[in-house]
């Protein structure tokens, strides 16, 4: 028994994200479990972050921003089709 209880239909989406090992128990915990873990999970995000940038310098600062910019153009993408 897992302290989360799932819906017993997840959609291949759903069923796909929460199969990658260690994104997906954080997926599922937003998803499904307390309703504060997404603040736990942008804090690890942001502290990851923290440990790039003091690990590599410039480049951990930047080259997460630029891998963000292919996910950017598809959300304006969505928003603009409505």
């Known amino acids: 028994m897992s302290a989360i209880d799932l819906p017993r ?12 090992p260690l994104l997906g128990r954080i997926a599922k915990e937003v998803a499904y479990g307390d309703k504060d873990n997404i603040y736990y999970a942008i804090a690890a995000g942001l502290s990851l972050w923290g440990c790039a940038i003091m690990l590599f310098g ?24 409505g």
Do not use: D, H, K, T
Request: positive net charge.
């Open 9 to 20: 239909n997840l959609p291949l989406g759903q069923r796909l994200l929460f199969a990658i």
């Open 58 to 81: 410039l480049p951990g600062l930047y080259l997460p921003a630029l891998a963000m910019v292919p996910v950017m153009w598809i959300i304006l993408i969505l928003i603009s089709r």
